[in-house]
């Protein structure tokens, strides 16, 4: 579990064909490596991977063809910026909202506007999720905690503070980049509650 702050933007140092499917090499920039263990949970720009290798600099994760198929690290180019956060601790505070860094779609950048000192961005997001995008609740882009300002038919609005654009790979971000997209884990699990709520009223009639 992971909260959508931003720790560090890491690089894409190398991908390795491994077994079918591939092996990424990370730099971990300014991560805090204290602790860091072989196993542990990283989010790389919001998808959560298992470190299976580990340097004084860098550590490398398998990728199944499943989240190269689904998520943006499929097409990611060598030296590409990732963000990058460790995973949850117990006794950490909850900045951000609970993110699971598991995929839900691929979204795209629409568009950039300045707006006083922040940045007012546009993207576009699959039907099949924009059901669960809703003004002024979370949204996870890129493994980053964003608040949901507007939302049209196929398209949601966010606003990036200062901080935000120069701590995170949005600095080198722009219209038409693909993006990773996770809901708010609260929205879906309502739905699905909902949906077994009428099958329950359905049984009983």
Known sequence: ???????AVGRLRQREPVGGDVR??????GLPREGLALGESIAVSGVCLTVVELDTDSF?????????????LGALA??????????????ARLGGHLVSGHVDGVGE???VEEDAR?????FRAPGTLMRYIAEKGSVCIDGTSLTVNAVGADTFDVN??????SHTAFSAAGP???VNLEVDLVARYVERLLAHRGDAAGETA
Not at 1 to 7: H, N
């Open 176 to 178: 038409g980049q693909a």
């Open 24 to 29: 990424l090499v990370v730099d971990m920039a």
């Open 78 to 91: 060598d030296g590409a910026p990732v963000n990058l956060e460790r995973a949850l601790r117990a006794d």
């Open 160 to 165: 990036l503070v200062p901080h935000t654009v």
């Open 60 to 72: 490398a994760a398998d990728v199944s063809n499943e989240t190269l198929s689904r998520t943006t």
């Open 118 to 122: 922040s940045q007012r961005w546009r």
């Open 109 to 111: 950048v629409v568009s």
């Open 1 to 7: 579990m992971f909260t959508g702050l931003i720790e």
